[in-house]
């Protein structure tokens, strides 16, 4: 669905160098959430927002940063790369907590070298 | 606390068996069950959730609370349903979060 996008598809970064991956939507969702896939982890909550200016810490926060000054927007921010955040982030998001439909962005592969 | 258990990471079944998936969670309310697919370089979609009842692409996923099961069925698996699938539970109380299995990486053979 073209309606949440993310930006870069793929990174290579270095070891404690700060980067940002970008996630956008623009259906005005109120909740948004970040993910990292792993082999043999599934898909693991990395922060979540209900609402703009609302965050909160999911299942693997250390490390990362968000925030979420705009509803279409959820930046998220690793502020010194390590080579275990190598991995594929999934940005998602649902209009409502109940049953709404997750829609899922198509990923950033992130390498730290 | 919520938890989601996909046993098997890798399923393999021939063209027109019948394939089932399991998923089982732990959770002391009412859950809300989903089932997502995730085609080879594509991004996660939904393919069913518990409340609909629904059947889709063949698939249906019947909701068990007493084994606390959500597993995935199809009668007969086509090559396109190679994919990997995510059996997730959401809390409508806890800011709508996920739950994600491992995942389950299911290959049809012709």
């Known amino acids: 669905d073209a309606g949440i996008t993310q930006s870069p598809r793929y990174k290579i970064t270095e070891t404690g160098r700060q980067v940002t991956l970008m996630c956008h939507q623009t259906?005005?969702?109120?909740?948004m959430f970040w993910y990292r896939q792993d082999l043999g982890h599934g898909l693991r909550l990395i922060y979540y927002?209900?609402?703009?200016?609302?965050?909160d810490k999911g299942e693997v926060p250390d490390g990362y940063v968000v925030s979420r000054s705009k509803t279409e927007n959820f930046p998220l921010t690793l502020e010194s790369a390590t080579r275990s955040q190598t991995s594929v982030y999934f940005c998602?998001?649902?209009?409502?907590?109940?049953?709404?439909?997750?829609?899922f962005g198509p990923g950033t592969r992130l390498t730290v070298l | 606390a919520q938890r989601v258990t996909q046993p098997e990471k890798l399923l393999s079944v021939f063209k027109g068996a019948p394939v089932e998936l399991k998923c089982n969670y732990s959770?002391?309310?009412?859950?809300?069950l989903f089932w997502y697919v995730q085609y080879s370089r594509q991004r996660l979609q939904l393919l069913l959730r518990?409340?609909s009842r629904e059947s889709i692409k063949g698939f249906t996923a019947d909701l068990n609370k007493g084994e606390t099961s959500f597993h995935l069925k199809k009668p007969f698996a086509q090559e396109e349903d190679s994919a990997m699938y995510y059996c997730?539970?959401?809390?409508?109380?806890?800011?709508?979060?996920?739950?994600f299995g491992d995942g389950t990486t299911l290959t049809v053979k012709p």
């Open positions: 518990h409340i």
């Open positions: 959770y002391s309310g009412s859950p809300e």
């Open positions: 259906w005005s969702h109120s909740y």
């Open positions: 997730a539970l959401r809390c409508p109380t806890n800011a709508g979060k996920s739950t």
């Open positions: 927002s209900a609402a703009a200016d609302i965050t």
């Open positions: 998602a998001t649902n209009r409502g907590a109940g049953t709404d439909t997750q829609y």
